[in-house]
């Protein structure tokens, strides 16, 4: 059986380097948003898996709007 991994909110938050930060992690856990978590005791873990499905949960797919298009090579700016 494959060993599951955890991450702590202090992990969460260098994870996603600094962006969500412990207390904000606190608060969606109260509110009972963002990532799953599992709770043992007064202890918060996060399972990596939890987390990866999380991220794809919340991918933003952007598109070039119609007619403009960038041909590789090209500077943005």
């Known amino acids: ?11 969460v938050s260098e994870r996603y380097r ?3 930060t412990v207390g904000t992690l606190r608060n969606w856990r109260g509110m009972r948003i963002g990532p ?3 709770k043992i005791g ?3 873990l996060y399972p990596i898996e939890s ?3 999380w991220d794809r949960a919340n991918i933003v797919t952007c598109r070039a ?3 403009l ?8 700016g």
Do not use: H, Q, R
Request: net charge negative; proline share 6%; no cysteine.
């Open 18 to 20: 600094g962006g969500i």
């Open 69 to 76: 298009t960038m041909n590789a090579g090209e500077d943005a």
């Open 36 to 38: 799953s978590f599992v």
């Open 65 to 67: 709007p119609k007619g």
């Open 1 to 11: 059986m494959s060993e599951s991994k955890f991450l702590t909110p202090e992990e």
């Open 51 to 53: 987390l990866a499905e």
């Open 42 to 44: 007064k202890t918060i």
